[in-house]
């Protein structure tokens, strides 16, 4: 492996990406350590160091998909988060409108103009983010408990809660810029690779967190036992992520002129874990809203209290079996409007392929059900095992429930990387070189 890695480097195009590609990463790190104008520093720092960089569970996923750049309220301080939710809003909105779909199938025109949908969404769900940050920040409930919480934004005047808004979406399209730009000029996909780089950059903080905060052995003990259960979570998520069901399609041959086409045998490649992410961030947004209508409406009655207690820590039995099964659901919700069986069949049916043993039409896409619901299950179970094994095992510990060498983070970073290795290595053979995984 590390002589494909030099190789790598030796091929000057593939150089030019890679170095192109570190040299984004670097900017979009240094952006998470500016902060917004109207923020005391001071004070955000005090806060922090009292009551760490996982203080607010509410805000613990947005935090970890910015690389800890939220609670310090800097320029990047919403990340990629738009993004992705606008990404999800806009491929929900596809099976829902009639138009959208239309214009997912026209190829590559139709899908630009998606894109450009999407940039709009993310503007929009920026400025909305980004207003809640302000308000939240000058309310003092982004660091609840810190004597200071309240004096982080000194100056509440309209004028500097607007620059604020402003300096923070502006570096959301900053982030969206830079991340088309690995996408284009780069090496894999460029929001992916900002993804993994957020999560990635608070492992070390982090570990040394569970160190810290241990009690046996000076926290050595905790700090192995977290190190050997995300080793093995990370063995099983490379296992499931690489598995798929390979369905054979076999296409007859067709005499067209004095030339005979098809007669070719390939397979519909269903991956175990089709839905990939998407179930465990809707579970763990959804989770969140009975906590946020009990922050900001700060009432005391007795249904507050029973969220509080029930639906705020992750240790929770109630809060872990929901959890649990909103993921299974979100996870067959997913993979029933991403994959229409019914369109794949008729595809089939059109250019003369066919299941061997399994009819053409109807009969083709109701085995294609069927075998993506069989293998959904698994899938969707092993995606509820992943996102609460880490939260059990530290709960065990009495440690702080946003470590970041989560469920959620293990699967991005492993998925992330498996992408981009993958295409280094498609650019390396393409020379004759040996790649990474062989």
């Known amino acids: 492996m590390l002589t494909a890695f ?3 480097f030796k091929t000057p195009d593939l150089r030019k990406k890679l170095l192109f590609t570190l040299g984004i990463i670097v900017l979009f790190r240094l952006g998470s350590h500016i902060p917004v104008p109207g923020v005391s ?18 805000f613990g996923l947005v935090n970890m998909f910015s690389g800890g750049a939220l609670l310090q309220i800097t320029i990047f301080a919403l990340g990629i988060m738009p993004y992705i939710t606008a990404s999800i809003i806009l491929q929900l909105l596809t099976v829902v409108i009639p138009k959208l779909e239309t214009l997912k199938k026209e190829g590559q025109s139709g899908t630009a103009k998606i894109t450009q949908y999407t940039r709009y969404l993310t503007v929009a769900l920026a400025i909305l983010q980004g207003t809640g940050l302000v308000a939240t920040a000058r309310t003092g409930a ?3 408990g810190c004597q200071v919480a309240s004096q982080i934004v000194p100056n509440r005047s309209i004028f500097t809660t607007v620059v604020m808004v402003v300096t923070m979406t502006a570096g959301t399209c900053v982030v969206m810029w830079l991340g088309e730009l690995i ?3 780069g090496i894999g996909n460029g929001m992916s690779i900002l993804m993994f780089i957020s999560i990635a950059a608070g492992f070390i903080s982090a570990l040394w967190a569970i160190k810290v905060q241990g009690k046996i052995a000076d926290g050595w003990v905790e700090f192995g036992v977290v190190m050997l259960v995300g080793l093995a979570m990370v063995g099983l998520v490379v296992f499931v992520e690489q598995a798929q069901r390979r369905i054979p399609v076999q296409y007859a041959k067709r005499m067209i002129g004095r030339r005979a086409y098809g007669g070719t045998s390939t397979y519909i490649p269903l991956k175990v874990n089709q839905a990939g992410i998407i179930p465990v961030i809707f579970a763990s947004s959804l989770l969140y809203i009975p906590a946020l209508v009990v922050q900001f409406s700060g009432s005391t009655a007795g249904w507050a209290t029973w969220i509080n207690k029930h639906f705020v820590k992750g240790d929770h039995p109630y809060y872990i079996a929901v959890y649990f099964l909103l ?5 067959f919700f997913y993979v029933a409007i991403s994959f229409n069986p019914e369109e794949v ?10 299941i061997p043993g399994i009819r053409a039409g109807r009969p083709t ?16 179970l092993y995606l509820g095992l992943i996102a609460l094994v880490p939260t059990m095992a530290l709960a065990g510990f009495g440690a702080n429930q946003n470590f970041p060498f989560g469920g959620t983070s293990i699967l991005i970073i492993v998925g992330v990387g498996l992408e981009t290795v ?3 290595e498609s650019q390396l053979q393409q020379r004759n070189y040996e790649g990474f995984l062989r």
């Open 142 to 144: 982004l660091f609840q």
């Open 345 to 354: 069949a008729d595809n089939m049916k059109k250019y003369g392929g066919f």
């Open 6 to 8: 030099a190789r790598a």
């Open 183 to 185: 996408t284009d000029r």
């Open 365 to 380: 896409a109701e085995y294609l059900s069927y075998v993506l619901n069989r293998i959904t299950w698994p899938g969707s």
């Open 327 to 331: 993921i299974v659901f979100f996870a």
């Open 41 to 58: 520093y001071k004070n955000v720092q005090i806060c922090v160091d009292q009551m760490g960089s996982g203080s607010n569970s509410l």
């Open 422 to 424: 993958k295409q280094i």
